[in-house]
């Protein structure tokens, strides 16, 4: 079976010719729309599911505001992901009859809290009721200046990798429900042109990692010693492949590596250097000993290929 | 337990005073975007599920291409609501483990080949895996000139209410999975000026007419006896309140109604005088008689209010 890149590839390459206000065809983070004047409009839809994304019940079942949360940070990730500024946001929720008007009312306030924290306007809804499943889909629209978005496809050889914050055990940890997107660097990262390529971390750093290399046509040398764990008992291998941990993946040129670790100006968000970008006709990644980095039963999140097990991978 | 429209409303009423581009916000079929020199960005979100919208197994039930077909098509008649263009388009979909890659490649064909026809592309997509249930959502981008945009606010008493197409048993006739958007209409009758407030009947023309009054602050006379039923077996409780037409009701100036008639350039589409506005600071409507219209069990289909019923309502 394929998986939801591949899968999503192949449909997007059957769609006619983009026209040229699509600055950002389907395939990045967000896409990206020109509406005059050097600004470009974002656009990218992400969702939940009940017992995939956040616990329906027992120990650790999230609460419904935290669900909600949990729907849009996720999205805003995506802006932050392309050095955007959210501005809107879509929400349909398809919720199963066992939840009330006030499990719904608490729901819309995860969403409607964290977006005033951001900026962020809620501008549409639908609401559904499912036979027994909770599922629910939330489209962000941003924006960028033309000249500053950060697509996945401008690292070179030799650009540094960069990351913010920590990695591994997003589930075990809660942090998947509590954790800030990344907004405000990725926007600073653009503005000061520091990023020349960037994606967020959803499915797993080594996945999406990957998926850096594969849009700037270079591989990477990741170095394993130096990224950061999320607490002393994460494993080098939960960190690589957990995924949900949504930070910042980008590439920065190696003459500007030294003033951006001196102009950092976010002291709670940790700022790593992680690996560096390689030559190579293949998005292949190695540790620091030069071996490729693989693992048995695969190097992220991206669910969608093990319908049985179930799960997701994000936009 | 509050309607769809009122859980809505107390939510947007809670939101920050909206930005001054946000020329249309929520409570319309879209909300609407000024992004320079004129030009409005209409945005909507719909969705489906899976034993609500179209059955899923047994006699009558819906083809993967129908259920991505109509997934667009109900978002494509928000836009025509609007008399706008659609543009572009952005799914997510949560789907059972019951479904393979065949079953979601026709789904996403139903869609695409809709798409293609109202000259739109999907820009963005997120797919997921349920424990059980089909849920997907869909949202719309559209443009329109910020002068020829219509919305549901602009009738007056006098105006004449016309209607596009049949009303009715839409689901038992298939024309739920089968009709085609109004969007052709809709930007014809926003382009000449013709319709000062329109919307579409998604949810029961009675609960859609109601919608329109509330949002213009008129009552409306309906001529029952004009109403097109979809077929001679439909009565007229059927074409009031069954819901999922998916035609066009808008509001015309009465010295206008003439020159609309013979102007309407779309033959196969049928054209009806069905009602007047009326002045009234209740949205009553009343039939040719004067007696209140009014059905025990609801006039419509918003059946977010039977949670153990289940259904949905459109935005």
Redesign the interface.
Known sequence: ??T?DE??EV??K???I??AE?VI??GDD??G?R???G?L?L?????I????HYLLEGPGAAKPEEVGRKLLARNLSDIAAMGGRPL?C???S?LS?RH??VW?RRF?EGI?TLA?EFGV?????????????D?A?L?I?GEAPEKKVVRRSGARPGDILFSTGRFGRAVATGHHLTFKPRCREGEWLASKGYARAMIDVSDGLLLDARRLCRSSGTGLRLNTDHIPLRSPETSLREALTDGEDYELLFAVAKRKTGRLATAWPFEETPLTVIGEFIASDKPVIRDSEGALLAFEGGEGFD??TS??G??????
Not at 43 to 47: G, L, N, P, S
Not at 49 to 52: A, E
Not at 310 to 315: A, Y
């Open positions: 079976m394929q939801e899968f999503l449909l997007y059957r769609l006619p983009p026209p699509l065809p389907p967000c896409a729309l509406i005059g004047r600004r409009l656009v990218a839809i992400d969702q599911v009940g017992g995939r809107y879509l929400v349909a398809a009859p009330d008007d719904l819309f409607i005033r306007l809620m501008i549409g809804g639908d609401l559904a009721v499912t036979p027994e499943d599922a889909s489209v629209i669910h969608f319908m049985e179930g799960g997701d991978s994000g936009s």
